[in-house]
C-alpha cells in the first residue's frame, strides 16, 4: 500500500535528513512545502513534488496537504511560526482528510511541563492541546530527547574539544536521552508508514549518564576525557534565571542552560519505557555508537553538517 507523506518546512536540516529516510521504503512518495523550491538540493528535488508557499498562505497549505496520508511539520522558528503556522496546517488536514498530522516536536518530554517552565518548548503544549481537540486529525507527537550533534556543538557549552573536556552541571550520574537528527529521521519515517501510529511515540537513541558518555569517548577515540563539574543543578537554575531576567534580549546567553537543567533534572525523561521495539527496521544509535560513526575532529562540527548529504 503506497503513502504519501507531506513534509513542510522540507529545506530545512531535519526535514532533508526525513525525506533521505523515507525514500528508503519503495511505496513512499513525498510532498513538499517550502518557500522557495531552489533551496531544495537537486538530489532531492528530483524525486519530490514541491508546492510553494509561506507558513500563513493558507489557500497553498491547504492544496500542498491534499491527497497526503499524512503530514509532517518540520517547521523551526518563533512562536508564531511554531503555533499559528502549525495550526494552519493542522486546520488544512482536517479540511482535506488528512488522518494523522506529525507535530513538530522531536525533544524531551515536554508534555510533563507547564507551559513557561522551558519557555522554548511551550508552543509544543499548544500545538498538542490543540490536537488534541481536534475530531479529524490525529496527533502525532514523537519523543527523542535532546538531538546527539546538538550536544558536540560548541554554542550548547557541553564539550571543550580543544580540551576534550566534558563540561556538566549537578553529579554527573544524571541520565542524558539523545538521538541523532538521522535516527529521529529514520524513526520519524517509520511512524509515517505505520498508519496506526498516533499519539506519543517514545524513540530514543540513547540513554546515558554524563560519566558514561565521556567514558565511551575515551574508549572509542583514545583520548582520556576531562570532567569539570560547574555547580550543582540549583547553581544552573539559579543562573539561567538570572540571565534571562538580566538581559532577556541576550537569548543564546540562557537558552541553552535550560536545555541542559531539564536534560539533567530528570522530570522530562523520555524513558526509561521506550517504543524503540515497535520499529525493528530501525537501529537505535546510542551516544557511543554515534562516536564510532564521526571521527573525533568533525564532532563540533556535525550539527552544522546535518542535512547536507541528503
Known sequence: MSTTVGIAGITGKF???????????????????CRDPSKVPQSLSSKVSLVKGDAFDAPAIRSFAAGCDVVVCCYLGDNKLMIDGQKLLIDACAAEGIPRYVASDWCLDYTKLELG??????????????????????????????FTDVFFSPAFGTFDSASATFKYWGTGDEIWEGSTYQNAAEHTAAVCVDKDAVGVLR??????????????????????????????????????????????QNFFAYLFLFFQYYMAEGSTMVGPELDNDRYPQVKPVSFEDYFKAVPREKLVGAYSNVGRDV
Open 15 to 33: 526535514a532533508r535528513e526525513l525525506a533521505a529516510a523515507l525514500l528508503k521504503y519503495p511505496n513512499v512518495t513525498i510532498k513538499g512545502y
Open 117 to 146: 517552565r522551558l519557555f522554548p518548548k511551550d508552543p509544543m503544549i499548544h500545538i498538542k492541546a490543540y490536537l488534541d481537540a481536534q475530531d479529524k486529525v490525529k496527533g502525532v507527537h514523537i519523543l527523542v530527547g535532546m
Open 203 to 248: 524513540l530514543v537513541g540513547g540513554r546515558a549518564t554524563f560519566r558514561e558518555i565521556a567514558e565511551s569517548f575515551g574508549k572509542v577515540y583514545g583520548v582520556k576525557p576531562k570532567l569539570e563539574c560547574q555547580g550543582s543543578l540549583d547553581d544552573l537554575f539559579k543562573r539561567m534565571h538570572e540571565l534571562r531576567k538580566t538581559n532577556p
